[in-house]
């Protein structure tokens, strides 16, 4: 057995216990791998053992392991920083954006989606825990961000997204979950078909999945440790 595949197995089984304790079924929660910094390698072993959906982060890098994987059947996420200069590339070659916070941003995906392609699955990113150092849009305005990006052709506003500052009291680390599910709910009861809570990492999914979250994005609990601090 591969480190990988042991990995995703012991992950899996977090994610199912998790989503049991919590009183949820254990298909309500999809587990996103998130898969920037490792090779492409890595991803064709993660998809062998059953992973089809993997996140990234960093555009290019991204874009290279898409070309050296288009063989396999592979769900991709962006879920990194958007800049405009880059949509054009998300648009064409991503199946889900986690990240958009501004109109302008979900403006250029909707223009230069290609048509022969399904809509681009859109999560609007929310700074819940309102730190100047994190992208997002502040939960005040996500109504109004949410009702112009569900306006727009070739996307598909499927839900909201969010990285919570770290905390390590289980109310504290519990309370910006229970503000997505509530935000998400008050857009649903406005009219809206939102199906998506994209919340929860590696320290704090069974949380986030207490909460109401069906993506989790674990990574470095799949693959291994990064060169680097932080994790999405």
């Known amino acids: ?13 977090a994610v199912a216990d998790a989503a049991t304790a919590a009183g949820r079924p254990v298909d309500a929660v999809r587990l996103l791998a998130v898969s920037k910094t490792f090779p492409a390698a890595a991803v064709r072993e993660a998809y062998q053992a059953g992973q089809a959906a ?5 555009l290019q890098e991204a874009l290279d392991k898409i070309g050296a994987l288009r ?3 592979l769900e991709w996420h962006f879920i990194g920083p958007i800049q405009s200069n880059k949509t054009r590339a998300i648009a064409e070659h991503f199946d889900w954006v986690h ?3 501004r109109l302008k941003v979900a403006e250029r ?3 230069q989606r290609p048509a022969l392609l399904p809509p681009l699955s859109i999560c609007l990113q929310v700074n819940v825990s309102g730190e100047a150092s994190k992208s997002g849009v502040a939960p005040q305005d996500v109504a109004q961000l949410a009702n112009e990006v569900a306006r727009l052709p070739r996307l598909r506003l499927r839900g909201l997204m969010a990285i919570p500052a770290p905390a390590d009291d ?4 519990r309370a910006p979950f229970a503000r997505m599910r509530e935000l998400l709910a008050t857009l649903n009861a406005q009219g809206m078909r939102l199906d998506t809570l994209s919340m929860g990492m590696s320290h704090d999914f069974a949380v986030a999945i207490q909460e109401g979250a069906t993506i989790v994005r674990i990574g ?3 693959f291994g440790a990064r060169d680097y601090g932080g994790e999405q």
């Open 54 to 58: 993997f996140g990234e982060n960093y």
């Open 1 to 13: 057995m591969t480190a990988i595949l042991s990995n995703l197995q012991a992950v899996r089984r």
């Open 109 to 111: 995906l909707s223009a």
């Open 99 to 101: 990240g958009v916070d």
């Open 220 to 222: 470095t609990a799949i």
């Open 71 to 73: 063989d396999l059947p």
């Open 170 to 173: 289980p109310a504290q680390q």
